[in-house]
Protein backbone atom coordinates (compact mmCIF):
# COMPACT_ATOMS: atom_id res chain seq x y z
CA UNK A 1 0.00 0.00 0.00
CA UNK A 2 1.66 3.62 -1.14
CA UNK A 3 1.39 6.07 2.06
CA UNK A 4 0.41 9.59 0.20
CA UNK A 5 2.28 12.27 2.25
CA UNK A 6 0.02 14.82 4.28
CA UNK A 7 -1.40 17.43 2.52
CA UNK A 8 -0.03 20.90 3.25
CA UNK A 9 -0.49 23.09 6.01
CA UNK A 10 -4.66 24.20 6.07
CA UNK A 11 -3.68 27.46 7.49
CA UNK A 12 -1.12 28.70 5.46
CA UNK A 13 -3.29 27.60 2.17
CA UNK A 14 -5.76 29.47 3.70
CA UNK A 15 -3.76 32.51 4.02
CA UNK A 16 -2.73 31.97 0.50
CA UNK A 17 1.00 32.00 1.83
CA UNK A 18 2.01 28.81 -0.49
CA UNK A 19 -0.09 29.65 -3.88
CA UNK A 20 -1.22 32.59 -6.50
CA UNK A 21 -4.29 31.04 -6.47
CA UNK A 22 -6.93 31.72 -3.72
CA UNK A 23 -7.74 27.71 -2.57
CA UNK A 24 -11.48 26.09 -3.50
CA UNK A 25 -12.66 23.37 -1.15
CA UNK A 26 -14.30 20.44 -1.96
CA UNK A 27 -15.58 17.93 0.86
CA UNK A 28 -17.25 14.51 0.51
CA UNK A 29 -19.51 13.74 3.51
CA UNK A 30 -19.76 10.22 4.61
CA UNK A 31 -16.35 8.66 5.36
CA UNK A 32 -14.83 12.17 4.85
CA UNK A 33 -16.16 14.25 7.54
CA UNK A 34 -18.34 11.40 8.92
CA UNK A 35 -16.99 8.22 10.18
CA UNK A 36 -18.75 5.01 8.25
CA UNK A 37 -21.84 3.37 10.42
CA UNK A 38 -23.46 0.65 9.88
CA UNK A 39 -26.95 2.05 8.26
CA UNK A 40 -27.17 5.52 5.93
CA UNK A 41 -28.57 6.98 9.37
CA UNK A 42 -26.60 5.39 12.14
CA UNK A 43 -23.86 8.03 11.04
CA UNK A 44 -22.55 9.95 14.44
CA UNK A 45 -22.50 14.19 13.32
CA UNK A 46 -19.92 15.59 15.98
CA UNK A 47 -22.07 18.74 17.58
CA UNK A 48 -19.84 21.32 15.90
CA UNK A 49 -19.64 20.24 12.42
CA UNK A 50 -22.61 22.55 10.61
CA UNK A 51 -21.26 25.41 12.43
CA UNK A 52 -17.23 24.63 11.71
CA UNK A 53 -18.21 23.80 8.09
CA UNK A 54 -20.09 27.14 7.63
CA UNK A 55 -17.42 29.45 9.15
CA UNK A 56 -14.64 27.52 7.34
CA UNK A 57 -16.80 28.72 4.52
CA UNK A 58 -16.76 31.88 5.35
CA UNK A 59 -13.19 32.11 5.81
CA UNK A 60 -12.87 30.84 2.28
CA UNK A 61 -15.10 33.72 0.72
CA UNK A 62 -18.13 31.34 -0.09
CA UNK A 63 -15.53 28.64 -2.24
CA UNK A 64 -16.47 25.64 0.04
CA UNK A 65 -18.79 22.70 -1.46
CA UNK A 66 -19.99 19.74 -0.17
CA UNK A 67 -20.02 16.82 -2.86
CA UNK A 68 -21.73 13.94 -1.15
CA UNK A 69 -23.69 10.72 -2.91
CA UNK A 70 -26.34 11.71 -0.26
CA UNK A 71 -29.30 14.11 -1.55
CA UNK A 72 -28.83 17.60 -0.13
CA UNK A 73 -32.26 16.61 1.55
CA UNK A 74 -30.37 14.00 3.54
CA UNK A 75 -27.59 16.05 4.35
CA UNK A 76 -29.81 18.82 5.87
CA UNK A 77 -31.45 16.12 7.80
CA UNK A 78 -27.84 15.52 9.69
CA UNK A 79 -26.05 18.81 9.87
CA UNK A 80 -28.99 21.29 9.77
CA UNK A 81 -29.76 24.16 7.32
CA UNK A 82 -27.05 23.69 4.81
CA UNK A 83 -25.93 27.73 3.43
CA UNK A 84 -22.88 26.01 1.41
CA UNK A 85 -22.10 25.57 -2.12
CA UNK A 86 -23.71 21.39 -2.18
CA UNK A 87 -23.72 18.84 -4.65
CA UNK A 88 -26.09 15.81 -3.90
CA UNK A 89 -26.69 12.60 -5.48
CA UNK A 90 -23.28 12.24 -6.74
CA UNK A 91 -23.28 15.44 -8.40
CA UNK A 92 -26.85 15.04 -9.79
CA UNK A 93 -28.09 18.05 -7.88
CA UNK A 94 -25.87 20.58 -7.65
CA UNK A 95 -26.83 24.53 -5.96
CA UNK A 96 -24.72 27.38 -4.72
CA UNK A 97 -24.64 28.82 -1.14
CA UNK A 98 -27.34 31.17 -2.08
CA UNK A 99 -29.70 28.05 -2.32
CA UNK A 100 -30.13 28.56 -6.34
CA UNK A 101 -30.02 25.51 -8.40
CA UNK A 102 -27.01 24.98 -10.82
CA UNK A 103 -28.01 23.12 -13.76
CA UNK A 104 -30.88 20.91 -14.29
CA UNK A 105 -32.33 18.91 -11.55
CA UNK A 106 -32.93 15.04 -12.59
CA UNK A 107 -36.01 13.23 -11.71
CA UNK A 108 -36.49 10.40 -9.70
CA UNK A 109 -36.74 6.70 -10.50
CA UNK A 110 -39.79 5.61 -12.68
CA UNK A 111 -42.19 3.82 -9.84
CA UNK A 112 -42.13 0.74 -11.90
CA UNK A 113 -38.50 0.17 -11.56
CA UNK A 114 -38.58 1.61 -8.30
CA UNK A 115 -40.87 -0.95 -7.23
CA UNK A 116 -38.87 -3.39 -9.12
CA UNK A 117 -35.34 -2.17 -7.11
CA UNK A 118 -37.73 -2.39 -3.71
CA UNK A 119 -39.01 -6.17 -3.97
CA UNK A 120 -35.32 -7.26 -5.46
CA UNK A 121 -34.11 -5.80 -2.12
CA UNK A 122 -35.91 -7.01 -0.07
CA UNK A 123 -36.45 -10.70 -1.35
CA UNK A 124 -32.51 -10.68 -1.56
CA UNK A 125 -31.66 -8.94 1.59
CA UNK A 126 -30.52 -5.44 0.83
CA UNK A 127 -31.61 -2.74 2.68
CA UNK A 128 -32.91 -0.40 -0.04
CA UNK A 129 -32.39 3.66 0.16
CA UNK A 130 -35.12 5.37 -1.62
CA UNK A 131 -33.32 8.66 -2.93
CA UNK A 132 -35.03 11.42 -4.64
CA UNK A 133 -32.65 11.07 -7.79
CA UNK A 134 -32.10 6.95 -7.56
CA UNK A 135 -31.80 4.19 -5.54
CA UNK A 136 -29.24 2.60 -3.42
CA UNK A 137 -28.52 -1.30 -2.46
CA UNK A 138 -26.78 -1.18 0.88
CA UNK A 139 -25.14 -4.81 1.58
CA UNK A 140 -22.86 -3.55 4.43
CA UNK A 141 -24.76 -6.61 6.89
CA UNK A 142 -23.79 -9.16 4.37
CA UNK A 143 -20.98 -8.36 1.64
CA UNK A 144 -20.97 -11.68 0.22
CA UNK A 145 -24.45 -10.55 -1.71
CA UNK A 146 -21.96 -7.79 -3.90
CA UNK A 147 -22.31 -9.88 -7.11
CA UNK A 148 -26.10 -10.68 -6.99
CA UNK A 149 -26.47 -6.72 -6.53
CA UNK A 150 -24.53 -5.84 -9.40
CA UNK A 151 -25.81 -8.22 -11.78
CA UNK A 152 -29.46 -6.72 -10.55
CA UNK A 153 -28.45 -3.24 -11.06
CA UNK A 154 -26.50 -4.13 -14.34
CA UNK A 155 -29.86 -5.06 -16.04
CA UNK A 156 -31.98 -2.49 -14.42
CA UNK A 157 -29.47 0.38 -15.49
CA UNK A 158 -29.95 -0.96 -19.16
CA UNK A 159 -33.61 -0.77 -18.68
CA UNK A 160 -34.05 2.30 -17.25
CA UNK A 161 -31.00 4.23 -19.01
CA UNK A 162 -29.48 4.59 -15.67
CA UNK A 163 -25.82 4.99 -14.15
CA UNK A 164 -24.11 2.76 -11.47
CA UNK A 165 -22.76 3.91 -8.99
CA UNK A 166 -20.40 2.03 -6.45
CA UNK A 167 -19.54 2.83 -3.48
CA UNK A 168 -18.33 1.63 0.16
CA UNK A 169 -20.91 -1.62 0.84
CA UNK A 170 -23.61 0.20 -1.83
CA UNK A 171 -24.82 -0.14 -5.53
CA UNK A 172 -26.44 2.99 -6.64
CA UNK A 173 -29.08 3.44 -9.67
CA UNK A 174 -28.94 7.44 -10.53
CA UNK A 175 -29.82 9.03 -13.71
CA UNK A 176 -27.25 8.94 -16.60
CA UNK A 177 -24.20 11.84 -16.94
CA UNK A 178 -23.50 13.20 -13.41
CA UNK A 179 -20.51 12.40 -11.34
CA UNK A 180 -18.69 14.58 -9.08
CA UNK A 181 -16.41 15.32 -11.18
CA UNK A 182 -19.23 17.17 -12.97
CA UNK A 183 -20.41 19.01 -10.31
CA UNK A 184 -17.06 20.10 -9.22
CA UNK A 185 -16.74 21.48 -12.72
CA UNK A 186 -19.82 23.24 -12.60
CA UNK A 187 -18.76 25.13 -9.50
CA UNK A 188 -15.77 26.02 -11.09
CA UNK A 189 -17.38 27.95 -13.93
CA UNK A 190 -19.01 30.19 -11.28
CA UNK A 191 -18.69 32.90 -8.79
CA UNK A 192 -16.90 32.75 -5.94
CA UNK A 193 -15.30 29.15 -7.24
CA UNK A 194 -13.98 30.67 -10.68
CA UNK A 195 -9.98 30.96 -10.90
CA UNK A 196 -9.28 29.62 -7.50
CA UNK A 197 -7.67 26.02 -7.35
CA UNK A 198 -9.93 23.34 -6.24
CA UNK A 199 -8.61 20.78 -3.72
CA UNK A 200 -11.37 17.35 -3.43
CA UNK A 201 -10.98 15.48 -0.44
CA UNK A 202 -12.64 12.01 -0.28
CA UNK A 203 -12.54 8.18 0.17
CA UNK A 204 -14.55 6.46 -2.30
CA UNK A 205 -14.38 5.05 -5.90
CA UNK A 206 -17.06 8.28 -6.79
CA UNK A 207 -15.12 10.50 -5.24
CA UNK A 208 -11.81 10.32 -7.48
CA UNK A 209 -14.43 11.84 -10.57
CA UNK A 210 -13.68 14.77 -8.18
CA UNK A 211 -10.27 14.38 -7.11
CA UNK A 212 -9.75 14.01 -11.56
CA UNK A 213 -11.12 17.12 -12.09
CA UNK A 214 -9.27 18.85 -9.55
CA UNK A 215 -6.44 17.84 -11.10
CA UNK A 216 -7.11 18.58 -14.34
CA UNK A 217 -7.79 22.22 -13.43
CA UNK A 218 -4.59 22.74 -11.65
CA UNK A 219 -5.86 21.47 -8.32
CA UNK A 220 -5.66 18.32 -6.36
CA UNK A 221 -7.15 15.26 -4.51
CA UNK A 222 -6.75 14.25 -0.56
CA UNK A 223 -7.66 10.64 0.08
CA UNK A 224 -9.56 9.41 3.27
CA UNK A 225 -8.19 6.23 4.42
CA UNK A 226 -6.43 3.39 1.91
CA UNK A 227 -8.05 2.91 -0.98
CA UNK A 228 -6.44 1.89 -4.01
CA UNK A 229 -6.05 3.18 -6.68
CA UNK A 230 -6.30 6.92 -6.24
CA UNK A 231 -5.70 9.89 -8.33
CA UNK A 232 -5.04 11.64 -5.34
CA UNK A 233 -1.53 13.42 -4.51
CA UNK A 234 -1.81 13.21 -0.80
CA UNK A 235 -3.55 11.29 1.93
CA UNK A 236 -5.19 11.32 5.12
CA UNK A 237 -5.81 8.63 7.37
CA UNK A 238 -9.57 8.97 8.80
CA UNK A 239 -12.51 11.81 8.98
CA UNK A 240 -10.48 12.93 12.42
CA UNK A 241 -7.52 13.50 10.48
CA UNK A 242 -9.69 15.47 7.78
CA UNK A 243 -10.95 17.41 10.99
CA UNK A 244 -7.47 18.35 12.54
CA UNK A 245 -5.90 18.83 9.01
CA UNK A 246 -9.12 21.50 8.77
CA UNK A 247 -8.50 23.32 11.64
CA UNK A 248 -13.21 21.90 11.82
O1 LIG B 1 -20.48 10.57 -1.28
P1 LIG B 1 -20.69 10.33 0.18
O2 LIG B 1 -21.04 11.55 0.94
O3 LIG B 1 -19.54 9.58 0.77
O4 LIG B 1 -21.97 9.37 0.25
C1 LIG B 1 -21.88 8.03 -0.25
C2 LIG B 1 -23.03 7.22 0.28
O5 LIG B 1 -22.99 7.35 1.70
C3 LIG B 1 -23.97 6.65 2.44
O6 LIG B 1 -23.66 5.27 2.43
C4 LIG B 1 -22.40 4.99 3.01
O7 LIG B 1 -22.40 5.44 4.38
C5 LIG B 1 -23.31 4.73 5.26
C6 LIG B 1 -23.20 5.38 6.63
O8 LIG B 1 -21.90 5.32 7.10
C7 LIG B 1 -22.93 3.24 5.28
O9 LIG B 1 -23.84 2.52 6.12
C8 LIG B 1 -22.97 2.68 3.85
O10 LIG B 1 -22.49 1.33 3.85
C9 LIG B 1 -22.07 3.51 2.94
O11 LIG B 1 -22.17 3.07 1.59
C10 LIG B 1 -25.37 6.96 1.93
O12 LIG B 1 -26.29 6.10 2.53
C11 LIG B 1 -25.47 6.88 0.41
O13 LIG B 1 -26.73 7.40 0.00
C12 LIG B 1 -24.37 7.73 -0.20
O14 LIG B 1 -24.43 7.69 -1.62
Request: aromatic share 6%; hydrophobic share 40%; proline share 7%.
Amino acid sequence: MTQLPPPPDFARLLESGLDERPLALFLDFDGTLVDLAPTPDGIEVPEYLARSLHELGERLNGRLALVSGRAIVDLEKHLGPVKLACAGSHGSDCRGADGMNIGEIPDGLPPKLLAEVAEFAEQSGFALEDKPHGAALHFRSDPSLEDKGLAFAKRVAEEGDLDIKRGKCVIELVGRGANKGSALRAFMEKEPFAGARPVFVGDDITDEDGMRAATDLGGYGVIVGDREPTCAKYGLASPAAVHHWLGL
